[in-house]
């Protein structure tokens, strides 16, 4: 079984995005997004039909994003500058009535969005870390 018996009974309907969520949970996307998102795919993998995901999440302080696809192109996701309200957003297509300073997120790496900055890393583990420091 993919959850453990607590998020099994914690689960609220049979959507896929409920079940992938919990997953994640499961594969300690807390502690470790790109570790959970590896073990994630690779168990999404093994269905017969391609996977195409785009996953946004926070853990109440960091914004982050995610695309993939296991055949094609992964579905669009893009990180916003700064809004009208100072804010920053990840959408699947650009909010232009917001900003026009929008950066598609490139596939296989997570975007992370906190004070003062974002940052992408790839899924897989390196040592590589790219920044782009956007103002506050």
């Not at 607590?6 to 992938?20: E, H, M, P, V, W």
């Not at 168990?43 to 055949?71: C, H, I, M, N």
């Not at 975007?111 to 390196?126: D, F, V, W």
Request: aromatic share 8%.
């Amino acid at each position: 079984a993919y959850l453990p018996d607590a998020l099994y009974r914690a689960r609220r309907g049979t959507t896929d995005s409920k079940a992938i969520f919990l997953t994640l949970l499961a594969n300690g996307i807390e502690n470790d997004p790109e570790a959970a998102l590896g073990m994630t795919i690779e168990k999404l993998g093994q269905a017969s039909e391609p996977v195409k995901l785009t996953l946004v999440w926070s853990d109440g302080r960091k914004l982050f994003g995610y695309r993939y696809a296991s055949k094609g192109n992964a579905p669009t996701l893009y990180a916003s500058g700064s809004l009208n309200h100072g804010g920053r957003a990840l959408a699947s297509e650009p909010l232009d009535s917001l900003t026009t300073d929008w950066t598609a997120v490139p596939e296989n790496k997570v975007y992370t969005i906190e004070p003062g900055h974002m940052r992408r890393k790839r899924k897989a583990p390196s040592s590589e870390r790219v920044r782009v420091t956007l103002p506050v």
